[in-house]
């Protein structure tokens, strides 16, 4: 056997080994059409993938801003009461000096 026969040998031995791995994974890649399928496949759980991720993002934002908000009343419903309640500093007439 010369290199020649020896790289082509090799390289069909990793083919077969490559095909017969994926074939175990449960992925098909024995036509030019299978592949595409698989790719499509990937493809449509990448974009299902980013699209969970960024619902995820805006949900989080909506619970923050939420919150946020929710912090920004009270604190201004109590300094609105705090601002109309009568002063209880000043003394009654003809109290003790």
């Given amino acids: 056997m010369n290199a ?3 790289e082509k040998l090799a390289k069909m031995s990793a083919k077969e080994a490559v095909s017969e791995t994926f074939l175990m994974l449960g992925v098909n890649i024995s036509t030019p059409e299978a ?3 698989t790719q499509n496949q990937f493809a449509t ?3 299902l993938h980013y699209g969970l991720r960024h619902a995820r993002n805006v949900i989080i934002a909506g619970i923050l801003g939420a919150a946020v908000s929710g912090g920004v009343w009270a604190f201004w ?3 609105k009461a ?4 009568p002063a209880s ?3 009654a007439p003809g109290g003790s000096r």
């Fill in 77 to 79: 419903t109590g300094f």
């Fill in 4 to 6: 020649g026969d020896m």
């Fill in 82 to 85: 705090s601002a109309a309640a």
């Fill in 35 to 37: 592949i595409q399928s």
């Fill in 89 to 91: 500093t000043i003394s």
């Fill in 45 to 47: 759980l990448r974009n």
